[in-house]
Nanobody, 130 residues
Framework: QVHLVESGGGLVQAGGSLRLSCAAS????????MGWFRQAPGKEREFVAA????????FYADSVKGRFTISRDNAKNTVYLQMNSLKPEDTAVYYC???????????????????????WGQGTQVTVSS
């Protein structure tokens, strides 16, 4: 069982920055692929970013490339999402996710597909005002 707790959401003006954190329980955090998804009101949930267990591979949605950075600290069982140059369209609930079952996918689709992740946090609200 893995418990994920997000923090760091809030209200920010367009162009501003926020840093989300996700603390995970469990002693095998370093084996998990971790990621972030988001869901805006009235929209489908979408992939944001993912990072493999060692941090050797990182994936981003095109909409956040160059603005968001995912990272992890395996010693602290924590994954981060640094969000810069925020836009109103980034407004959403952001969810931290963990894939504890499969350490490797042959294509990026495995890392960007929500069905690959078996644990989800409760979400943290990010609101970007114009």
């Amino acid at each position: 069982q893995v418990h994920l707790v997000e923090s760091g959401g809030g209200l920010v003006q367009a162009g501003g920055s926020l840093r989300l954190s996700c603390a995970a329980s469990g002693r095998t955090f370093s084996r998990y692929t971790m990621g972030w998804f988001r869901q805006a009101p009235g929209k489908e949930r979408e992939f944001v970013a993912a990072i493999t267990s060692s941090g050797g591979s990182i994936f981003y949605a095109d909409s956040v490339k160059g603005r968001f950075t995912i990272s992890r600290d395996n010693a602290k069982n924590t994954v981060y999402l640094q969000m810069n140059s925020l836009k109103p369209e980034d407004t959403a609930v952001y969810y931290c996710v963990a894939d504890t079952e499969r350490p490797y996918y042959s294509s990026s689709y495995g890392y960007t597909n929500s069905r690959s992740y078996d644990y989800w946090g409760q979400g943290t609200q990010v609101t970007v005002s114009s």
